[in-house]
């Protein structure tokens, strides 16, 4: 059952475009967090956020959590061809700190 | 930050045969480890949760006795395949954390192809 739907799941754009990929739950989540994947690699936390309506910068990339920490989402502004990868939002709902991934959405950034 | 490693990154074998693949947490001690399976243009899928010395947690639909899982010390998680077929081929990515609510450090992942 996958608890975390993405939107959208494809997304390519040229290079400069803002886009945003949205993380949605029925669940509440305790805190969630957003990984970038490259192929064949594990994937690398880019931000925790943990409090209802907490908006993080990471530079180029904005991430917000929900008032109700049912959903984020993440802004990325002026986008690179750096930034292609597979964009994944993980949730934890549970004790024992368990993380359950979102649908994830792949992101193509032409030059 | 931590370091974690996986061995073998890429692992072929034939039906019928079992893979072991390691996890381990190089430069801290990990109280838990989690195992996960992704399938290609796929996200990942949480197999197991594994904490030292005591039986791993499995999710609903993973069968046990197919993916045997040990966490014989703080540093050490390993998944074992057994009777692998073609459809157990994937991507296995552990990771680890310290502790409860404490961040979870991933893997490089494990390549499994069953011929």
């Known amino acids: 059952t996958q608890l975390l739907e993405q939107s959208p799941q494809f997304l390519s754009i040229q290079e400069g475009e803002n886009l945003t990929v949205y993380c949605n739950s029925s669940s509440v989540f305790s805190s969630l967090q957003w990984y970038r994947q490259e192929p064949g690699e594990g994937p690398v936390l880019l931000v925790t956020?943990?409090?209802?309506?907490e908006v993080k910068k990471l530079k180029r990339l904005t991430f917000q959590f929900g008032d109700a920490r049912k959903d984020s989402s993440l802004h990325i502004t002026a986008a690179q061809p750096g930034d292609t990868g597979l964009y994944l939002c993980?949730?934890?709902?549970?004790?024992?700190?368990?993380?359950?991934f979102g649908t994830g959405t792949s992101l193509t950034v032409i030059p | 930050g931590a370091v974690v490693s996986q061995h073998p990154s890429r692992v072929i074998c034939k039906s019928g045969t079992s893979v072991k693949i390691e996890c381990r947490s190089l430069d801290f001690q990990a109280t838990t480890m989690f195992w996960y399976r992704q399938f290609p243009k796929q996200s990942l899928m949480l197999m197991a949760t594994?904490?030292?010395?005591?039986?791993?947690?499995?999710e609903q639909g993973v069968e046990k006795d197919k993916f045997l899982i040990n966490h014989a010390s703080l540093t050490l998680s390993t998944l074992t395949v057994t009777s692998a077929h073609p459809e157990d081929s994937s991507f296995y990515i552990c990771s680890a954390t310290a502790g409860a609510l404490e961040t979870q450090y991933f893997g490089p992942g494990t390549r499994l192809l069953v011929l």
């Open positions: 993980a949730g934890d709902y549970r004790t024992g700190n368990q993380f359950y």
């Open positions: 956020v943990v409090t209802g309506g």
């Open positions: 594994s904490n030292e010395g005591s039986k791993a947690t499995y």
